[in-house]
């Protein structure tokens, strides 16, 4: 009934660029949406936040502070614009959909590789 579908994620060189997008669908509509992030999860590890946004306040974790920015164009999609990227931002990035009541929502995926 909910899709989330992250696009977006590829191989790029140390110190690029990158874009991640990420659409919610299906039964959540813009009002039913608290809050939509991204997190990732590199091999070995434990899924980590990203960067989180609800109307308009943004909150990243120290690693990407300054790098990346996440944005939303409306209540159910969001981005994850990345520059300065970092071999060890190499990982699978989820992307989050909190809605005001429920569980999260969570898409399958893409996978961003850092590397020269």
């Known amino acids: 009934q909910v899709q989330v579908v992250e696009s977006g994620g590829g191989l790029v060189q140390p110190g690029g660029s990158l874009r991640l997008s990420c659409v919610a669908s299906g039964s959540i509509f813009r009002i039913s949406v608290l809050a939509m992030g991204w997190y990732r999860q590199a091999p070995g590890k434990q899924r980590e936040l990203v960067a989180t946004i609800t109307s308009g306040i943004t909150n990243y974790a120290d690693s990407v502070n300054g790098r990346f920015t996440i944005s939303r164009d409306n209540a159910n999609t969001v981005y994850l614009q990345m520059s300065s990227l970092k071999p060890e931002d190499t990982a699978v990035y989820y992307c989050?959909?909190?809605?005001?009541?429920?569980?999260?929502?969570w898409g399958q995926g893409t996978q961003v590789t850092v590397s020269s």
């Open positions: 989050n959909v909190k809605p005001i009541i429920g569980p999260d929502y």
